[in-house]
């Protein structure tokens, strides 16, 4: 079964900083990697979309990148906003199934 | 299109009592899913369809769960007994293809007394 974690669970940084979430899987035979967002008490909104033959996908002020043969992924976040403050979830489509990571609640101060 | 749209936002139910929730997907997504996400956790997997047709159930998922997606657009989660472990918010996402990208609904919170 595919295992997903994703390090740090919690993280705190002042506004203006870059930063690196990561996200690592068991199972190297994956379609794709999905980047969530999600907002206390409501869904996800997806950021970015990496599918398996792909290395980054770029959107805005976020960059996400993909190596399958070692089972990670990284969503890199440039130039922090307090508006950033979210949990973050990575998933992998495997077989038939999504697999989410517990996610990384991030915290920006202004 | 507006996206995914769940119903109702919030159920509170006493035990033993049944549930059904409802999904309506983005129109031209085939693919239906639907999850359950407790506090601190990522979503769990629990069944989708490829229009009307139910492919893949979660091993973990009780019998007491039974979904529906009759003509391939809109899809019913029914919990029969609800037990308090059935305290979740319960996902509902859907797709055009395996590979493409997944969107959410906002969710059914559901608590059991």
């Known amino acids: 079964k595919q295992e997903v974690t994703q390090i740090p669970a919690a993280l705190s940084v002042p506004e203006g900083e870059n930063l690196v979430l990561n996200c690592s899987f068991t199972d190297s035979a994956i379609y794709n990697l999905q980047w969530f967002r999600q907002d206390p008490g409501k869904g996800l909104t997806s950021l970015l979309l990496?599918?398996?033959?792909?290395r980054e996908q770029t959107s805005g002020r976020l960059n996400a990148s993909l190596d399958k043969s070692s089972g990670r992924s990284t969503l890199y976040i440039a130039a922090s906003q307090p508006g950033d403050s979210a949990t973050y979830l990575c998933a992998v489509a495997t077989g038939n199934q999504f697999y989410f990571g517990t996610g990384t609640s991030l915290t920006v101060i202004p | 299109d507006t996206g995914v749209s769940q119903d109702p936002r919030h159920k509170i139910t006493k035990r033993g009592q049944n549930v059904t929730f409802r999904c309506d997907p983005i129109s031209e997504h085939n693919r239906l899913y639907w999850y359950r996400q407790t506090l601190g956790q990522g979503p769990e997997f629990l069944t989708y369809?490829?229009?009307?047709?139910?492919?893949?159930k979660s091993r973990l998922l009780s019998d007491r769960f039974s979904a529906e997606r009759p003509r391939g657009s809109v899809s019913t989660l029914t919990i029969q007994r609800t037990q308090q472990e059935d305290s979740a918010v319960y996902l509902c996402?859907?797709?055009?293809?395996?590979?493409?990208?997944?969107?959410f609904g906002p969710g059914t919170r559901l608590t059991v007394l």
């Open positions: 996402a859907s797709s055009l293809t395996l590979v493409s990208e997944q969107f």
């Open positions: 990496i599918q398996s033959s792909q």
């Open positions: 369809f490829q229009n009307e047709a139910q492919l893949e």
